[in-house]
């Protein structure tokens, strides 16, 4: 059974630094993995996928990366503002048609 | 593209009633999904259709749950005789094919 994890659970850091957001995953067949941002009572953002022959994936100031022999994803976010704080999920895809969810990193981002 | 869209966005209701969720997918998407999210938590597979066959369930799904979406399009997830356990977020996704899923704002459902 697939289980997806994210370290850490909260992460609290001031503007402007660069960080790590941390994803593994116990079974490294996958077909793809997705990184999702959610806020507060909201609905999923998705913000990057990236197909399991890919090692890695860009989206401004946004990159994920994937390594599958090893069960791990990063989201690296660059130059971080206060619009960027909330809750990062990443999910997995093995191809069975759901996706299973880590369980989030809860981002501030301290002006 | 508007986007996955549902309603109602919030829900309260007594135990013992039923409740009933609308989904609209994204139009040209063949794939829809249902997921459940309690607070602090990673959303958790319920169910999912390709076009208007119900394919796969989750152990999650009592007999309390049905889902349907008829002609292939818009999905209904109805709850029978609601519990207390049965508060939370129920979300939609869309996707074509096994690609990338997109989600609607949800449905939040709270029983007293």
């Known amino acids: 059974k697939q289980e997806v994890t994210q370290i850490p659970a909260a992460l609290s850091v001031p503007e402007g630094e660069n960080l790590v957001l941390n994803c593994s995953f116990t079974d490294s067949a996958i077909y793809n993995l997705q990184w999702f941002r959610q806020d507060p009572g909201k609905g999923l953002t998705s913000l990057l996928l990236?197909?399991?022959?890919?090692r890695e994936q860009t989206s401004g100031r946004l990159n994920a990366s994937l390594d599958k022999s090893s069960g791990r994803s990063t989201l690296y976010i660059a130059a971080s503002q206060p619009g960027d704080s909330a809750t990062y999920l990443c999910?997995?895809?093995?191809?069975?048609?759901?996706?299973?969810f880590g369980q989030g990193t809860r981002l501030t981002i301290n002006p | 593209d508007t986007g996955v869209s549902q309603d109602p966005r919030h829900k309260i209701t007594k135990r013992g009633q039923n409740v009933t969720f609308r989904c609209d997918p994204i139009s040209e998407h063949n794939r829809l999904y249902w997921y459940r999210q309690t607070l602090g938590q990673g959303p958790e597979f319920l169910t999912y259709f390709q076009n208007e066959a119900q394919l796969e369930k989750s152990r999650l799904l009592s007999d309390r749950f049905s889902a349907e979406r008829p002609k292939g399009s818009f999905s209904t997830l109805e709850i029978q005789r609601t519990e207390q356990g049965d508060s939370a977020m129920y979300l939609c996704?869309?996707?074509?094919?096994?690609?990338?899923?997109?989600f609607g704002p949800g449905t939040r459902l709270t029983v007293l």
């Open positions: 996704a869309s996707s074509l094919g096994q690609e990338e899923q997109f």
């Open positions: 990236i197909q399991s022959s890919q």
């Open positions: 999910a997995v895809n093995q191809g069975a048609q759901k996706l299973v």
